[in-house]
């Protein structure tokens, strides 16, 4: 941590903006085709993983900036973001594998999901780690299955590279402790590569379903 500094912080915020906006690029398609429970999960999650990272880097600038070391803001991380990314696949996962008519024929049956989006209190982060894993997993696959469900390849190539680099900053960041400063620079340019895929593969979800709408 003493290699941090302030532009690293500034750093830190370009991917959490960017996974904002590509989130939200997804809630303007999804809006009007999933159902109210996919969309509710889809959005908590977007929420939910987007405080984490702003949490994440608040903390980051106040400690570099030698205000204060505000740990919870850092604990409270991948709580927030393990929870978030299991709301995010369980909405986008269930809207990928249902059709409309299904989705139409079965609003009856009422699911509940609270049970699933439970965050286990432990002191170590390995569950955490693997829940993200995990939602990261299905979310991305589940935009890519889309992306190639619409013959949408680079939509679908977008969305796998946002999860390839996704994987390569999570590998990156455990390094952090024990490394220089040119791993931490390394995992947040990589971090912002990833989260751009994202964003860019949301805009042509976006406008595919544009385009779908008004028969271009």
Sequence with gaps: MDE???????????????????????????????????YSLFSAGS??????GMMKAIWKFLYVLEICDYAILSDSFFPIQSAGFVLLALGTAGFAIE????????????????????????????????????????????????????????MAVFFIGAYTFDMIQVFLATKF??????????????????QTCLWLG???????????KYGY
């Design 99 to 154: 059709d409309k008519k299904e989705q139409a024929s079965h609003n009856h049956i009422p699911t509940d999901y609270r049970n699933y989006a439970a965050v286990p209190v432990t002191a170590s982060k390995m569950p955490f780690i693997i829940l993200t894993f995990l939602g990261t997993t299905v979310f991305y696959g589940s935009l890519a299955s889309i992306g190639f469900r619409k013959k949408n390849k680079l």
């Design 202 to 212: 949301a805009l042509r979800l976006n406008q595919e379903y544009h385009d779908e």
């Design 47 to 52: 929420v939910m993983v987007f405080l984490a």
């Design 177 to 194: 402790e024990e490394s220089a400063s040119v791993m931490h620079w390394m995992a947040e340019i990589v971090n912002t590569i990833a």
């Design 4 to 38: 941090w500094n302030v532009p690293m912080a500034l750093l830190d915020t370009v991917p959490v903006v960017l996974f904002f906006l590509g989130c939200i690029e997804l809630m303007r398609a999804f809006y009007p085709r999933m159902s109210r429970r996919q």
